[in-house]
């Protein structure tokens, strides 16, 4: 099916005045300017095909043609021009660029990360943190297992290409297993990180290099791999379409055997041009490891590439840490802090008395010395609220958000004192109990390990309905290598290395395997993890569970597919039949006997189970896996366990996910205004969970209801969470406004109604 989709374009208005409205009066279109965009076609394209293709359309400029990754080639020219193009019987797709991100969730480039930040030099490096990490997923285990050939499992002999911003192949911890790359965003063989200040220097892919296969003081999942860097994401850790595809198309060239993208964007769906390369390089027999995005908790927020198919998608958990929480008289329960990576430890284990520190002015502190302060996050710095307090002779700042959920945040430098957040309605059911005297609260310090990271991108997919992510690992305060020294960070940007890792341990024992059977291996040793209550995580909040390193290089029995989607039932259908076909591969020496467990029983669902079956060593059965719904009877609309293979006393969990109808998702939701963290622009947020065929941000004199123009507006966007810094330029003038946010999407309107305020502009 063809299909062109349009750029985003967003128009800020000067205000109207109409009478009042339900909305104000759609802006005009855009101008038709020159947008880049990716063309796919019906086959393989070359340089003369592509140029025949677009000798019919001379607005239309030829800028580079994949030979790997897509059929198909990149463009530059008119949104007229480009729904012209996509018209043409040979052409699939028509999609302008994309802009994709790391997935640290520290986002280095918003926090302004510069030269002056402090950094662990190699001399202080004992133990890292990472060790205990790769203790508990096996890789430590995996060190006293031996190749064919007799050598240690270490990576030796395969090769990991690193889509990033490049790496420091200079750090001492690097440089002995730097095996060369490319550079697409400048055109040239060095793919060096970007180095200069004002917060565009990177340090990103040095980071998911060592995390993979540092060698050195610090030692990575796989220290005796090779790395090959592709720097795909230029200054501020940003890049397009075009340069993760080029990228992804000369790792397939090059002939990696494993390739990492600890990148994405938030848009959840399975055809984006991303996403279709990499499953492009499966075929060609990479095993492919992408971040499943750091939009958390919600579900349906994994995004590009994390939706590939045939990718092995990473979600984020916890290693063993010890957590800070705090108890509040008057409020039930503990509260968890997330302490600011980059922050001093936090080791208060009392009671405090807690002040309120205002916004984190010098004068908001003339009461804080030995007291825990309570910040709200806008208008400064992490760093200049915890600077400010650190001089007023405070133990320890928590800074609460000014948008709906919490938020994970990095120190630009050491300020001798820990730093930590918490949600915005936390702090401010803080606030409210502040205000009527004196507090004293509790510090506790609870260790935690195998916990779901709040902001770990969770599944389904969209129109595929397929689970994601498809694993797990450790992605919380995660110790690693940087342009001078180190740096613990966070992010599924730190949880996908050690699984790409843990691929190259795999491929070094089984070199013959392909990666649909390494991914297999993973997912079939996985252990599933629960949440602080012990409660389950659902599978497409954790795909299988937590990888165990040490179990999937041993594993002798591969099932695959590894989870099953069931497909989505109609409400019109009586019944609705479905059979999944596994194979069951015994890799043993030995014959295995084989027995399913029935899964827990369902109203309106009914299973069709195999009886018990033998495999002989080196074979592999197909049998089929069916399941009978009568929709009427299905209470929910997202179904999911597990399908439990017994290998004797061995139990193998297949994940399923089935869909009654398409959800009923709201067309908006989440909504949230407050000052940016830098002065002079305010942001918001809202999440669009099937995109929007039309989105508007509307501001209305709440008396009156006279119309005061657009906060924002665009047409035809993407599924995700949409992030949005304004200047204050662009806005009206200081007061409280009733802002009306909709959006349109296939016959349905949705409409959030939030009051906003605007300050006044900072003092200086």
């Not at 938030?266 to 990499?278: E, F, K, M, T």
């Not at 089984?510 to 079939?524: F, G, R």
């Amino acid at each position: 099916m063809k299909r062109v989709i349009c750029i985003l374009s967003i128009i800020f208005l000067s205000a109207a005045r109409p009478a009042t409205l339900r909305h104000p009066p759609i802006p005009t279109e855009p101008s038709d300017k020159n947008i880049v965009a990716i063309v796919l076609t019906e086959g393989l394209s070359t340089h003369q095909t592509a140029r025949t293709l677009l000798a019919q359309f001379p607005e239309v400029k030829l800028r580079h043609v994949f030979k790997h990754a897509v059929n198909g080639f990149s463009v530059e020219g008119t949104l007229s021009a480009l729904d012209r193009l996509s018209k043409k019987s040979d052409v699939n797709l028509v999609s302008p660029v994309n802009t994709y991100r790391v997935e640290s969730d520290d986002k280095l480039h918003q926090q302004r990360i510069r030269p002056e930040i402090k950094l662990v030099p190699p001399v202080e490096i004992r133990k890292t943190e990472s060790n205990e990490n790769f203790k508990m997923i096996g890789s430590e285990a995996v060190r006293g297992i031996y190749d064919k050939n007799g050598d240690r499992l270490s990576g030796k002999g395969v090769r990991i290409g690193v889509i990033d911003t490049g790496i420091d192949y200079e750090h001492p911890d690097l440089k002995r297993n730097y095996a060369g790359g490319y550079d697409v965003v400048d055109g040239d063989s060095d793919p060096m990180e970007t180095k200069g200040s004002h917060g565009h220097g990177t340090l990103h892919g040095t980071h998911v290099a060592g995390i993979i296969a540092a060698n050195g003081r610090m030692r990575g999942m796989a220290p005796d791999a090779q790395i090959i860097a592709y720097r795909a994401l230029g200054p501020g850790g940003t890049g397009t379409t075009e340069q993760v595809l080029a990228a992804i198309d000369r790792a397939i060239e090059d002939r990696v055997d494993v390739l990492n993208l600890s990148l994405g964007n938030n848009v959840n769906g399975p055809d984006l041009p991303i996403s279709l390369a990499i499953n492009k390089a499966v075929e060609e027999g990479v095993t492919a490891v992408t971040s499943s995005g750091n939009s958390g908790p919600n579900k349906w927020t994994v995004g590009s590439p994390g939706t590939a198919s045939k990718a092995i998608s990473v979600g984020a958990s916890t290693p063993p840490l010890k957590v800070p929480y705090l108890t509040v008289p008057g409020i039930i329960g503990k509260i968890r802090l997330e302490p600011l990576q980059g922050s001093h430890e936090w080791k208060l284990d009392r009671g405090i008395e807690m002040i309120d520190g205002g916004i984190g002015r010098k004068k908001d502190m003339q009461n804080a010395r030995n007291k825990l302060v309570l910040i709200k996050r806008g208008e400064l710095t992490f760093t200049e609220k915890a600077k400010n307090a650190f001089q007023a002779g405070a133990s320890g700042v928590i800074i609460f958000n000014n948008t709906a959920g919490n938020f994970f945040g990095n120190m630009e430098k050491d300020v001798k004192i820990p730093v930590a957040a918490i949600t915005k309605r936390q702090g401010e059911a803080i606030l409210k109990h502040l205000k009527k005297g004196v507090l004293i609260s509790r510090m506790l310090l609870i260790e935690e390990k195998d916990i779901l990271a709040s902001f770990s991108s969770r599944g389904p997919v969209t129109v595929s309905w397929e689970i994601k992510p498809d694993v797990v690992a450790p992605g919380v305060a995660i110790n690693s290598t940087i342009p001078g020294g180190y740096l613990s960070l966070q992010g599924t940007s730190m949880a996908a290395p050690h699984v790409a890792g843990a691929c190259a341990l795999i491929k070094q024992a089984h070199p013959e395997w392909t990666p649909l059977q390494i991914k297999a291996a993973l997912m079939n040793t996985a252990v599933p993890i629960t949440d602080q209550m012990g409660k389950p995580y659902l599978t497409y909040e954790q795909g299988a569970g937590r990888i165990q390193a040490d179990a999937a290089v041993k594993a002798q029995t591969l099932v695959s597919p590894a989870s099953i989607q069931f497909g989505k039932f109609q409400l019109a259908e009586r019944m609705h039949q479905h059979m999944a076909l596994l194979e069951v591969q015994n890799n043993g020496k030995y014959t295995k006997h084989y027995s399913f467990s029935i899964p827990s029983q369902q109203e309106g669902i009914q299973w069709e189970i195999p009886l018990s079956f033998s495999v002989a060593p080196g074979a592999a059965k197909k049998v089929k896996v069916g399941i009978r719904a009568e929709p009427e009877k299905l209470s929910r609309k997202l179904y999911d366990g597990h399908i439990i293979l017994n290998e004797g006393s061995n139990p193998i969990r297949i994940p399923y996910l089935y869909v009654l109808q398409e959800p009923d998702y709201p067309r908006v939701m989440g909504f949230d205004f407050a000052p940016a963290d830098t002065a002079g622009a305010y942001r918001y947020e809202v999440y669009l969970p099937g995109g929007a065929e039309e989105f508007g941000i509307a501001l209305f004199e709440p008396g009156t209801y006279r119309f005061a123009g657009y906060l924002d507006w665009a047409r035809k966007l993407n599924k995700g969470m949409l992030q949005k810094e304004i200047p204050v330029s662009r806005l009206p003038r200081e007061g409280i406004y009733l802002a009306k946010v909709f959006a349109k999407k296939a016959g349905r309107e949705d409409i959030l109604e939030a009051m906003i305020q605007i300050l006044p502009k900072p003092e200086e």
